[in-house]
């Protein structure tokens, strides 16, 4: 009886874990922006999060929408052939980078960068007792620690997805006029006349709530984290993982309302 | 004054603190000591509110520390400083921004007036020169005499010290107990600290208190607890294996 009961109560206790760790961090996300308006703002703090999460990851989110734009373009070039609508790379580049790839490799390499560096300070902190002493000192640390990280992610990741969307059209531009030798005012022009700025501000409106997503799973993750060294490696794991198919997720249902 | 009333707390079914009652006076050391993981941090840390006990009160000047809100918590908590065991120091800021920290985050100082605030205070704790020194560059006396510090700065009413010479060598261990006591004559703060160093606890408390199987068994000045009748503290005293006390 044991052996079929088990596999039924396993997916029980994933089910009620889940949902606990959901709502918690829908309880943890709500108690941490209502201390913003028990405190007044860091903007020290907040720019140098802003900078971490923006200026820093630069080089990585500008190099992946590179790559990510000249791969679309090539392969687009590949299936376009067939049908003789070379003039249509372009637009099908734009509109993959605004709406789709700009917003969700963004936010899926400042997870990686970013989100797994959140988790494992704030972890270090909470197993040396740092957090207890914020505490201890009359500091939230929810609002020392946690407040200026999404905020500066809700802020920059925008910013940083309208980079990688812009720097993924010119890489797809490259392999457009010089690898494939098409011309190079087609892939310009049609671009013009095929997208708008709703495919923009729909991805910008995605980012917003991938940085939120990010910064608040991220850094719960580190308020979460027991157990040492171990515990710091496992709870920052935890935290990319389940910031990255948060994301996912949460792209699927934008895209669906949105579009 | 700090009163602690009937607190109980288990964590997994274990009981650590049991009816537990105890008053300590004002401007005075007590000395808490104990067995390792018999409760005497944790009874610290309901003391300042970081755990919340299953039964019992904790009273801070006559308020009940588990009915404030966070808001209000926070404020009973800016009469406290604390130590912690390992110094808590943020590893991130240099010796000098870690013990500033309180004043940047409770006080809108000059910037002036915070440093001379700082060197000030890390001259009492003979720290002068180590300002720039970040936290994994000094030793661990050194991290304690920062973090006494750093719990100083905003002269609070109540000092916590949870095992303040644990890890140091006898001499260092006497430097800090020399410290608490020079720093209490002038800052004459009420002191609590956890120890298990009996020697330091003679030289630092005022009062000595046991705490054994989750309740304070004993209370009284070191001369009295040096002639305790009492078997259970005899032994932990002496730092023998055969008495009472179960292993």
Known sequence: MDAILNPFESIGKFILKTINDLGSIVIYMGEALLSIPRYRI?????????????????????????????????QAYYAAKVVGVTYMIGPTVTLAMTRELGPVLTALMITARCGSSMASEIGTMKVTEQIDALEVMAVDPYYYLAVPRILAAIIMLPIMAILCSLIGIIGGYVVYAYFLGLNHVTYIEKIYQ??????????????????AILATI???????????????????????????????????LFTSILF | MITLYQLSKSFNGKKVLDNLNMRFKERRITVIIGRSGGGKSVMLKHIIGLIKPDSGRVLIDGIDMNT?????????????????????????????????????????????????????????????????????????????????????????????????????DPIMSDVINNLVVSMHDKFKF?????????????????????????KIIEVGTPEEFKDSKNPIINQFVSGSMNGPIIL
């Open chain 2, 190 to 214: 009420t002191g609590i600290i956890i120890s298990h160093d009996i020697k330091g606890a003679y030289k630092t408390g005022d009062e000595i208190a046991m705490l054994y199987n989750g």
């Open chain 1, 42 to 74: 860091n903007f020290n703090n907040l720019i140098e999060q802003m900078i971490f999460i923006g200026m820093d990851s630069f080089y990585v989110v500008g190099l992946t929408g590179f790559f990510t734009g000249m791969v679309l373009s090539l």
């Open chain 1, 218 to 252: 991220s850094t719960f993750k580190g308020f979460e984290t027991t157990g040492g060294a171990k515990g710091i490696g496992k709870f920052t794991t935890q935290a990319v993982v389940l910031s990255s198919i948060c994301i996912l997720l949460a792209d699927y």
């Open chain 2, 68 to 168: 404030l809100k966070k808001k209000e918590l926070n404020e009973i908590r800016k009469k406290f400083g604390m130590v912690f065991q390992d110094g808590a120091l943020f590893d991130s800021l240099s010796v000098f921004e870690n013990v500033a920290f309180p004043l940047r985050q409770h006080l809108n100082l000059p910037e002036e007036d915070i440093r001379y605030k700082v060197y000030s205070i890390l001259n009492d704790v003979g720290l002068n020169g180590h300002e720039s020194k970040m936290p994994s560059e000094i030793s661990g006396g050194m991290r304690k005499r920062v973090a006494v510090a750093r719990a100083l700065i905003l002269n609070p009413e109540i000092m916590l010290f949870d095992e303040p010479t644990t890890g140091l």
């Open chain 1, 194 to 211: 095929y997208i708008n700025l709703g495919d923009i501000y729909g991805g910008l409106l995605k980012s917003v709530f991938f940085g």
